[in-house]
Antibody, heavy 120, light 110 residues
Framework: EVQLLESGGGLVQPGGSLRLSCAAS????????MSWVRQAPGKGLEWVSS????????NYADSVKGRFTISRDNSKNTLYLQMNSLRADDRAVYYC?????????????WGQGTLVTVSS | QSVLTQPPSVSAAPGQKVTISCSGS????????VSWYQQLPGTAPKLLIY???KRPSGIPDRFSGSKSGTSATLGITGLQTGDEADYYC???????????FGGGTKLTVL
């Protein structure tokens, strides 16, 4: 069974940093692309970033480009999202998501999400 | 403003059928596969339909998907109160090099 367990969310001040982690199990992590998707309170889904199975290719939404960095450690079956220069509108539940074999394939599994709150 | 356009809400009675539309452009729906996700209140989204019309194992055949040109449609028959949820369409946008979602449609089963 595919399991995706996010951690690292919490309260951070505007301009601060946070690193999210996603521990994956139940599948061959190194064979699949991965993504982060967020959902602001009461709002819809917003794709944040994707990374290829090897980590050699990444994509970002314009809203986070230059501030967020996605990475993965295939030896640890873990996906990361480094978030810098956080703003109030970054407040959301952040979901770790498993794609197919490439970044253009659909999200097949979602984690339970971790809440990030940006406030002074 | 979402790249993909969905109606904010739809409703129907138990046992009836409902369709949810998702409109895009040639850079997304027109040239890429569409998937649909169900988000029950307070939970993470779940894959309902992928590659326009395929259902993952465990998804009942009451749920169906179709695509024509730059639009896609999710159909749900035999509505149940447990189907009340937010539904999102999603696809890759080749021009943006980004995944895009619709704004979501809230289904109410009256």
């Amino acid at each position: 069974e595919v399991q995706l367990l996010e951690s690292g969310g919490g309260l951070v001040q505007p301009g601060g940093s946070l690193r999210l982690s996603c521990a994956a199990s139940g599948f061959v992590f190194s064979s699949y692309a991965m993504s982060w998707v967020r959902q602001a309170p009461g709002k819809g889904l917003e794709w944040v970033s994707s990374i290829s199975e090897s980590g050699g290719s990444t994509n970002y939404a314009d809203s986070v480009k230059g501030r967020f960095t996605i990475s993965r450690d295939n030896s640890k079956n873990t996906l990361y999202l480094q978030m810098n220069s956080l703003r109030a509108d970054d407040r959301a539940v952040y979901y770790c998501a498993k794609l197919g074999t490439t970044v253009v394939t659909p999200i097949t599994n979602w984690g339970q999400g971790t809440l990030v709150t940006v406030s002074s | 403003q979402s790249v993909l356009t969905q109606p904010p809400s739809v409703s129907a009675a138990p046992g009836q059928k409902v369709t949810i539309s998702c409109s895009g452009s040639s850079s997304n729906i027109g040239n890429n596969f569409v998937s649909w996700y169900q988000q029950l209140p307070g939970t993470a989204p779940k894959l309902l339909i992928y590659d326009n019309n395929k259902r993952p194992s465990g998804i009942p055949d009451r749920f169906s998907g179709s695509k024509s040109g730059t639009s896609a449609t999710l159909g749900i028959t035999g509505l149940q109160t447990g189907d009340e949820a937010d539904y999102y369409c999603g696809t890759w946008d080749s021009s943006l090099s980004a995944w895009v979602f619709g704004g979501g449609t809230k289904l109410t089963v009256l």
